[in-house]
């Protein structure tokens, strides 16, 4: 593979990480200086990946191998992976269909889809989980406060009391954050004590790290069972909507199981009556 082929490949990479940040939250104007810093981190992190994979290939030629470099479809392969134990939930443990939302409360887009997965558990009862996870963009200078607010919230069983407050209040403001924690009737003392604690911030850390391992560039970000869905709520909910639809048509479609047969001396069934016939 020669240096073209490798700029090339630089330069498609990184017009399409410029598109995902414009997307959902980054899509706000950011300052000349921000832009140009983040551009800067992408191209030296894209020039960084392209050069390890320059020596894998070159090892491989060496070895007599060859690497298929043609275009596949899709944007993403594999499935994310998340550690979603100590992370705030909605709807049952072991749902067939987990989603979980990278999301940011100084976000306007998370904003207004705060009561997306609330809303998907009450319509698909029983086969919808949804998880949440911080993700506060650098730039939103009260993000990381209201994140680390509300795993303080959590502390107290009232993190999804405060996520709803929180995204209906006018700014994401710290003292806004402490006074939708005095409305929802938290302990301030241990509020105020477990929002400055190194695992508050830990456990924002973790899901910012696990959100960058898995492609998230802005916010809000979803996962349906795993499958990184780009665009906003409407596609994740019609993605929701099919999986639920597939599981029910495999149950309805699958071969019933042989019915018990009768006890010794009892009288066998009646047998049902033709299926175009309604019985009697």
């Known amino acids: 593979m020669n240096r073209m082929t490798f700029q090339t490949m630089a330069y498609h990479a990184l017009a399409a990480t410029a598109f995902l940040t414009m997307a959902a939250c980054q899509s706000e ?16 992190a894209l020039l960084k990946e392209i050069k390890q994979v320059k020596i894998a290939i070159n ?14 479809g899709g944007t993403r392969t594999g499935k994310g992976r998340f550690d979603t134990a100590e992370s705030p939930r909605l709807g049952p443990e072991g749902a067939r269909i987990e989603v979980v939302e990278f999301a940011d409360f100084e976000c306007p887009y ?8 609330k809303k998907l558990v009450e319509d698909f009862p029983g086969e919808v989980a949804v998880v949440f996870k911080h993700f506060p963009l650098r730039r939103h200078e009260n993000a990381r406060y ?23 209040a006018p700014t994401p403001s710290k003292e806004q954050a402490r ?49 990184l869905v780009r665009g906003d709520a409407k596609l994740v909910r019609a993605k929701v909507a099919r999986a ?21 001396g009892a009288a066998a069934p009646a047998p049902a009556p033709p299926a175009s016939q309604p019985p009697a």
């Open 244 to 264: 639920v639809g597939a599981g029910t048509a495999q149950n309805v479609g699958g071969a019933s199981p042989p019915a018990a047969a009768p006890p010794p």
């Open 29 to 44: 104007a950011p300052s000349e200086s921000q832009v140009l810093h983040e551009i800067r981190e992408t191209q030296q």
């Open 110 to 117: 998370c904003k207004r889809s705060a009561g997306f997965g």
């Open 59 to 72: 090892s491989m030629s060496r070895r007599g191998l060859t690497i298929n470099m043609e275009p596949q």
């Open 146 to 168: 209201a994140a680390q607010a509300s795993w303080a919230a959590g502390r107290q069983g009232k993190f999804w009391e405060f996520h709803d407050a929180m995204f209906a």
């Open 179 to 227: 006074s939708v924690a005095e409305s929802i009737g938290l302990d301030m003392a241990q509020f105020e004590k477990d929002v400055a604690s190194p695992f508050s911030r830990a456990a924002v850390q973790k899901d910012r790290r696990e959100g960058k391992e898995n492609e998230v560039r802005g916010t809000p970000t979803f996962f349906v069972n795993g499958e």
